[in-house]
T-cell receptor, first 113, second 115 residues
Framework: EAQVTQNPRYLITVTGKKLTVTCSQN?????MSWYRQDPGLGLRQIYY???????DKGDVPEGYKVSRKEKRNFPLILESPSPNQTSLYFC????????????FGPGTRLTVT | AQTVTQSQPEMSVQEAETVTLSCTYD???????LFWYKQPPSRQMILVIR??????QNATENRFSVNFQKAAKSFSLKISDSQLGDTAMYFC????????????FGGGTRLMVKP
């Protein structure tokens, strides 16, 4: 089954404790991205990747890092999480940057205390 | 930069009736796509319908249809014969055809379908 998977689905952590949220897709997609969802604001893009080893900032990149060492994986790294990063996070992928239909993962609910 | 506005934070409709969700956007581009996504309580983002800006004909997917007014920069979603399973958060989203692949979302409309 073609899908985007994220792990973990739920995470509660404390301020300053480094964490990684994994994202993997099995559709051989070139383009992958991370969004965060906050009430009233919709989803906002954090980082994106056009292909392996090619990443760039989205609208709200502060406090996050990403890497794209393999085509299928695009982890989101919070090196020193803060409470304002409490949010719902989505990974998404598309065939390439021209393919406008994007496939979303199931979401990761992160709480930073 | 593009902006997307959904002016109705919450709406409700009786089962089997019709409801329209509003969306307006602002862009200087002429070539773009618009989407409506549904997010049920499971949180999964589900694509409901898409519209290419160069197409004058309004998109339709079963009970879902849009009213796309390019000059007015308006993109409303009509749900006919509402069903309980339509209860969800609905997001309007914009994507440029020319610059990258970032979706710009509105703030969402929470729709409740009542029995």
């Amino acid at each position: 089954e073609a899908q985007v998977t994220q792990n973990p689905r739920y995470l509660i952590t404390v301020t300053g404790k480094k964490l990684t949220v994994t994202c993997s897709q099995n559709m051989n997609h070139e383009y992958m991205s991370w969004y965060r969802q906050d009430p009233g604001l919709g989803l906002r893009q954090i980082y994106y990747s056009m292909n392996v080893e090619v990443t760039d900032k989205g609208d709200v990149p502060e406090g996050y890092k990403v890497s794209r060492k393999e085509k299928r994986n695009f982890p989101l790294i919070l090196e020193s999480p803060s409470p304002n990063q409490t949010s719902l996070y989505f990974c998404a992928s598309s065939l390439n940057w021209r393919a406008k239909e994007q496939y979303f993962g199931p979401g990761t609910r992160l709480t930073v205390t | 930069a593009q902006t997307v506005t959904q002016s109705q934070p919450e709406m409700s409709v009786q089962e089997a009736e019709t409801v329209t969700l509003s969306c307006t956007y602002d862009t200087s581009e002429s070539n773009y796509y618009l989407f409506w996504y549904k997010q049920p309580p499971s949180r999964q983002m589900i694509l409901v319908i898409r519209q290419e800006a160069y197409k004058q004909q309004n998109a339709t997917e079963n009970r879902f249809s849009v009213n796309f007014q390019k000059a007015a920069k308006s993109f409303s979603l009509k749900i006919s014969d509402s069903q309980l399973g339509d209860t969800a958060m609905y997001f309007c989203a914009f994507i440029s055809n020319n610059a990258g692949n970032m979706l710009t979302f509105g703030g969402g409309t929470r729709l409740m379908v009542k029995p």
